[in-house]
DNA sequence: CTGAAAGCGCTTACAG
DNA sequence: CTGAAAGCGCTTACAG
């Protein structure tokens, strides 16, 4: 504690109505606001002596650094990233948002939103984007994977990152997770529960995460040697809308599975209002379950079971990774587009049970 | 490139890399930066002609001020402006955010998030805020209603801001709509679409919105001579689960409404997955309509009609607001709380429709 | 390993 | 009404 010139002990009183800066610290611990700094970034050298003062002081006045101040030095006008995105009103959109400029604030880079309504208006978002000076594009899905819209963003020497693809490019970073793993850990959970007759629902086509979630169910089906009825694999299209017809094919006929998996939240919280409706109770009779973990699967009751996607993680890592990019590629250095895989998790809730004793029959059965 | 004394005329190359700034702007129009800041800021007095020269400046330049240096300056350590939220998982919580976060970052202001889960660890999380040195907290629903977190905030001189509270305090600032007229706005919509036979399902009587949502429906019929009947009037929990039972409750009996006016979104989408179930098509058969807009009303199938609350737009002024309160009181003013009135809209979406000619009877008749 | 100097882009007093 | 000076909190070179 005891420390410079001065034999007074009293920490500059915090609460003097200004915040704390790192001149108070540099006082209160007897060094030049420089060591402070570099101990507060953590990156040069600095003696352990030195760093536990420090330490000590910035406890002690409980300082945390001002971030505006930090990105004004060095013409560092932090690189501004954009976010194309194509559909508004989705819960998916404002949790990557949430993530996004939770970080971009804590970085000091200032972030960009275009929304981009047709592939007619993109070109015109694109441009508007580049206008106003970005450094860099995020693209949440569906455009992670328009490559008309990459090649627009490149030929204008910006970098880009694809957010959730289901299948990273070798010329464009990206943040997401292993989809083929997610439907596989989810569909060996079901097999764990004793479900063998498993009905399926397919996403939008057009989508990279289909094909892969698809793919996960199936080979984990096999690798538990059960076979995957044609019947019950149902196509979708990622909308509630589709989840309720999926879920009245699969549904309906006599034979029907004791499983659903939805390849998505919203269709599984369709196939549960189907399954309400044709009184089969979730999940004594019925089990359901879907992907993404929105805020819809926690909404309906009961509640998902399903795949946690960290989407406000991914939204932070994404800026991260690109702010680091731009930065890279200011320093003079060009390294290669990174991929970052993100961890799922598979969050078990109502909607998901043992199968059923014996299999199901009619409906009427049920009925009350 | 060539500026300063020469005389060419050429603007500092924009493509430089570097971001154009105040400097870039004054020697460009030929005047102090100081002029320019004024310009920019738009509040001292500035000659037009001077005004004019320099406004054509920042457009030939396409500047845009830093917003990071801007608050780095005068010890104006943007005031911090925390949220005690208490449901995390809310797409509404996402979407105050999203607006909230957008303010902050455009104003230089950090905002800071705590979450309290029960009434329990209240205490904790308002500690928690203070500890980081907020100088105004901003309470989502329902926390906007709670009387000890406002003294306790108070009591540590913070300012308050109550978010879509339906019942303004006198001594906390609030940004909200008007709930009545909305359910009054609902109600003759509906009527206006000839529907007499009106099921209502209230919200959770803790929060302060479900009463007056509940008055401005039965007024609106009153006002149109129509009876408010009381079996038809069920008590709902703001929950999907909630909704579940109300719908069922309305829908079962042999006599039923020709529409269903749920409070919110979450539980007129139950009442939609109860219809379907039912085999009642709507909105051929039934309508029904929410109170909200949040993400759930234009996922389901068909899609919500509802009373649109602007909840992004009043994330932002929330920021605002409190934001000015606080600089205002730094100023040595201190004005009373402040309320601002939202515009709600009303969106017309597939889920209602004209009344069915002749009151429907039991849900058989309508099955396949 | 540590520090004194200079500067980031902007704005707040202070002079004209 | 306009501008030259000084400073915000922090960090990047540059010297020890």
């Known amino acids: 504690m005891a420390k410079g010139k001065t034999k007074v002990e009293t920490p500059p009183a915090p609460e003097s109505g200004r915040a704390v800066t790192i001149h108070d610290v540099a006082r209160y611990a007897g060094v030049a606001s420089m060591t402070v700094s570099r101990v507060v970034n953590g990156n040069s050298y600095v003696s352990d002596a030195m760093r536990e003062r420090v330490q000590a002081a910035i406890k002690a006045l409980n300082y945390s650094p001002n971030l505006a101040a930090r990105n004004t030095r060095a013409g560092n006008t932090g690189p ?23 970080q971009s604030s804590r970085l000091g880079t200032q972030l960009v939103l275009e929304r981009s309504t047709g592939l007619a208006s993109q070109k015109a978002a694109v ?12 693209l949440p899905p569906p455009l992670c994977d328009s490559r008309p819209t990459i090649n627009m963003l490149h030929a204008a020497g910006v970098k880009v990152l694809a957010l959730a693809t289901a299948r990273p490019m070798h010329d464009v970073s990206s943040v997401r997770i292993d989809d083929y793993q997610g439907a596989a850990a989810m569909t060996r959970h079901l097999i764990e529960l004793g479900h063998s007759r498993i009905g399926f629902v397919k996403g939008d086509p057009q989508h990279t995460p289909t094909q892969l979630r698809y793919e996960g169910f199936v080979d984990a089906m096999t690798a538990a040697g059960l076979p995957v009825d044609p019947d019950w694999v149902v196509q979708g299209q990622f909308t509630y809308r589709s989840g309720l017809a999926a879920a009245e094919l699969l549904l309906s006929p006599d034979e029907r599975p004791t499983a659903i998996f939805a390849s ?75 991929h970052q895989l993100m961890k799922f998790t598979l969050v078990k809730r109502g909607s998901s049970g043992p199968a059923p004793a014996k299999a199901p029959s009619r409906r009427r059965a049920a009925k009350a």
Chains 1, 2 share one sequence.
């Open 80 to 102: 501004r990233v954009g976010v194309l995105y194509s559909n508004p009103s989705a819960s998916y959109l404002s949790e990557v948002m949430l993530g996004g400029i939770e």
């Open 127 to 138: 441009r508007r984007l580049l206008d106003q000076g970005v450094d860099g594009v995020i």
């Open 264 to 338: 998505n939240d919203d269709m599984a919280a369709a196939a549960l209002a189907v399954a309400h409706g044709l009184q089969i109770a979730v999940p004594e009779a019925l089990t359901v379950v879907g992907f993404d973990d929105t805020p819809i699967a926690s909404t309906v009751w009961p509640e998902l079971t399903t795949i946690h996607q960290p989407i406000s993680a991914m939204g932070r890592a994404a800026v991260s990774l690109i702010v680091d990019e731009i930065k890279a590629e200011r320093a003079g250095n060009a390294p290669g587009p990174t």
